[in-house]
C-alpha cells in the first residue's frame, strides 16, 4: 500500500479565497437558467404593471412661509403665522394649514368640482422643503389639468382662508381703535408708535392679503405621468429579477448541495476524473447494471477506467481497486462489475468481491442459490478459493465472492486483520480484486477495504451525489492515511465522440492548460486525465499499461 502524500496533496487544492469565488461562480453558472428565468418573469410583470396600471399625473405648486416678527406689535395681535423661534417648526406649521377641511372645501367651491371636500384633500400632500422657508403642495390625480388646478387652488385658498381670518380681526378690531384714537390731542394722535399709525397700518392690511403666506410659484401642466415611472419601473423589474433569480440560486444550493458539474470535484478536491459515463436510462429496480445494459460509450468509459487504474500500478503485482461512493444509488456495484469485466476482456484473472455486508446485492442480481458467501470466509468457516462463484457476464469469465441477505451480524465484527488476510489471499489466486464497497460515510464498517486497497475510485453522479457527503468521504480518507484515486463520473456529458475500429471513443478531455495541444485517439481520457494529476505534483512518468496471460476459465459457469 503506497504512502500518501499529504503535503502534495494539500497543495494540490485552491485557497479559501479562490475555492470561495470560484464556487460562488460555480453557483451562478449550474443554474444561470433559473436565474434567467427569475429575471424574465419579474421583468415581464413589470412590463404588465406598466402597460395596465393606471396613470396618474402629480403636479407641484410652492407656498412661502414668512412668519411675523414678534417686535410687530400689529400682526402680533392678529391671527397671522407668527415666528416660534425655531424655522422648520414655523414652516411645519405653514404645511398644516394647506390640509385643512376649511381650505379643501374652499378649493372644491372655488374650481366647482364634483368630488367632496375629503376626496380632494385626499389628492394633496403638502412638504416642507428643507430649510428654504417653502411648502411644497402636490397633486395627485388621473388628469394632468386638474393635478394642476388642484395643486395651484390648495395654495391660493391656504393664503384665502388665512386672509379672511386675519381681515375679520382687524374689522373687529378698527372700530375700538378709532373710539381710543379720539380721546387722544390731536397732535398727539399719529407719529411712529402711535395709536393713531397703528390703525393705518391695519386699515392697510386690511385692504391686503396674508403678508405671511405667499404663493411662491404656481403649479406647471404634467407632461408625463408620474406612475407608472415606465423606465424606472422596467429597469427595477430588470434588477429586481435578477437579484431574486441569484438569491433563489445561492438558496437551491444551499439546501440542496449536489453535484452540479465535473469541475467541481478538481475544484473541491484537487483529484482527476478517471472515466465519464454517459447516464443510462433504466428500469426502475436497485440491482446494478450489466455491461450489456450499458450504451457503447457508458462501456469504453469502464475500459478507459481500465486502462487508467492499469497505468498506475505495476505489471506484475496483484492489484486491488475499491470502488466506493457517497451515497446509495451512484452506481457503484455497475462500476465494480463493469471494471470486472474490463479487465477480465485483456485475459487477467479477476475476483470481483461484495464488501457491502449490511445491503447486499449480487446474489439476487447474478441468481445465485447455493453459494459460500464472504461473511464466512471472513469468519474462516469456508477458504477463499472453495467459496468463489465462476460467473460469465457477456462472454467474459470473472470469479465472484458475494455476500447473503443474513450477512449484516458480521459486519460489526469485521476487522482490519479479517480484511487484509481476504485480500491477500484474493490477490494470491488473481490479477486483479475489485471491491464493491458500499458508502463509508454511511457504513463505516467497510473501511478496512478502503485501507488494504492499491487504489480507491469514488463514483459521482451529476445531480444526484451531494457534495457535502463527497468531502465528508474524502476527509474519512485521509484521517486514515489514505487518498483517492480519482473518480468516476456518471451522467458526464459526452462533448464528442469518434469512431475507431467500430468503437465510439469519447474525445472529452480534462481541462488543463498544460494539455491543450496533444492529439491522440483512443485512451486519450485517462491519458489526459493523468497528466492533470501529474501536473499538479510531480509530473512523473507515466508506467506502461500491464500486459497479461490468458487463464484458462470455467464455461459451464452459471449466467447471471
Known amino acids: 500500500m503506497p504512502p500518501v502524500n499529504r503535503q502534495r496533496y494539500a497543495a494540490s487544492r485552491p485557497t479559501a479565497e479562490g475555492e470561495s469565488l470560484t464556487r460562488y461562480i460555480g453557483v451562478l453558472r449550474e443554474r444561470i437558467w433559473l436565474i434567467v428565468g427569475c429575471t424574465v418573469l419579474v421583468f415581464a410583470v413589470a412590463a404588465i404593471y406598466v402597460k395596465v396600471a393606471p396613470r396618474t399625473y402629480q403636479a407641484e405648486a410652492e407656498m412661502e412661509v414668512q412668519p411675523s416678527n414678534p417686535a410687530d406689535a400689529v400682526l402680533s395681535a392678529l391671527p397671522v403665522l407668527h415666528q416660534s423661534g425655531d424655522p422648520t417648526e414655523d414652516v411645519l406649521t405653514g404645511a398644516s394649514l394647506v390640509t385643512t377641511p376649511h381650505v379643501a372645501d374652499s378649493v372644491v367651491s372655488a374650481l366647482h368640482l364634483k368630488i367632496s371636500p375629503q376626496a380632494a384633500l385626499g389628492d394633496i400632500s403638502a412638504t416642507p422643503i428643507g430649510q428654504a422657508g417653502l411648502v411644497a403642495v402636490q397633486a395627485t390625480t388621473s388628469s394632468p389639468k386638474l393635478s394642476q388646478r388642484l395643486a395651484t387652488a390648495f395654495v391660493n385658498q391656504t393664503i384665502a382662508v388665512s386672509t379672511g381670518q386675519m381681515h375679520s380681526a382687524i374689522a373687529a378690531e378698527i372700530p375700538d381703535l378709532k373710539t381710543q384714537l379720539a380721546g387722544i390731542p390731536a397732535g398727539q394722535r399719529y407719529g411712529p408708535g402711535s395709536l393713531g399709525a397703528q390703525l393705518d397700518e391695519l386699515e392697510q392690511l386690511s385692504r391686503q392679503p396674508d403678508p405671511t403666506l405667499v404663493l411662491e410659484s404656481a403649479a406647471a401642466l404634467p407632461a408625463s405621468p408620474s406612475s407608472p415611472r415606465t423606465k424606472l419601473t422596467l429597469v427595477a423589474g430588470l434588477l429586481g429579477g435578477l437579484l431574486l433569480g441569484i438569491g433563489v440560486a445561492f438558496g437551491l444550493h444551499a439546501i440542496d ?100 455486508l449490511r445491503r447486499p446485492t449480487f446474489a439476487d442480481a447474478f441468481a445465485l442459490q447455493d453459494f459460500s458467501g464472504i461473511e464466512q470466509v471472513l469468519g474462516e468457516e469456508v477458504s477463499l478459493l472453495a467459496a468463489l462463484t465462476p460467473i460469465v457476464i457477456d462472454g467474459t469469465a470473472v470469479r465472484l465472492l458475494a455476500a447473503h441477505q443474513s450477512a449484516a451480524g458480521f459486519a460489526a465484527r469485521l476487522s482490519y486483520d479479517h480484511v487484509r488476510r481476504l485480500v491477500n489471499s484474493a490477490r494470491a489466486i488473481a490479477d486483479f480484486v475489485v471491491i464493491d464497497s458500499p458508502p463509508l460515510t454511511a457504513v463505516i464498517d467497510a473501511l478496512p477495504f478502503a485501507q488494504v486497497s492499491d487504489e480507491i475510485v469514488i463514483v459521482a453522479r451529476i445531480n444526484q451525489s451531494r457534495l457535502n457527503k463527497l468531502i465528508e468521504l474524502d476527509d474519512l480518507l485521509h484521517q486514515h492515511g489514505r487518498q483517492a484515486s480519482g473518480f468516476v463520473v456518471v451522467g458526464a456529458t459526452q462533448r464528442s465522440q469518434s469512431s475507431y475500429g467500430g468503437y465510439l471513443v469519447p474525445t472529452v478531455i480534462e481541462e488543463t492548460p498544460e494539455e491543450s495541444g496533444g492529439s491522440w485517439a483512443g485512451e486519450r481520457t485517462a491519458a489526459s486525465s493523468q497528466a492533470a494529476r501529474e501536473s499538479r505534483a510531480a509530473r512523473a512518468e507515466l508506467r506502461p499499461t500491464a500486459r497479461f496471460a490468458p487463464e484458462s476459465r470455467p464455461t459451464d459457469a452459471p449466467g447471471r
Do not use: C, N, W
Not at 428500469?283 to 477506467?305: C, I, N, V, W
Not at 498506475?312 to 456495484?333: D, F, M, N, Q
Open 257 to 356: 448541495p449536489r453535484l452540479r458539474r465535473e469541475e467541481q470535484l478538481r475544484e473541491l478536491f484537487g483529484t482527476p476524473v478517471l472515466a465519464r459515463v454517459r447516464r443510462e436510462r433504466r428500469r426502475k429496480r436497485m440491482s446494478p447494471l450489466f455491461p450489456h445494459d450499458l450504451s457503447l460509450a457508458s462501456q469504453e468509459g469502464y475500459r478507459t477506467l481500465r486502462t487508467t487504474l492499469s497505468a498506475r500500478g505495476s505489471s506484475s503485482e496483484s492489484r486491488a481497486y475499491l470502488v466506493t461512493g457517497s451515497g446509495p444509488g451512484e452506481g457503484k456495484s455497475t462500476t465494480a462489475i463493469s471494471l470486472a469485466v474490463a479487465l477480465a476482456q485483456t485475459g487477467a484473472s479477476v475476483i470481483l468481491l461484495e464488501a457491502d
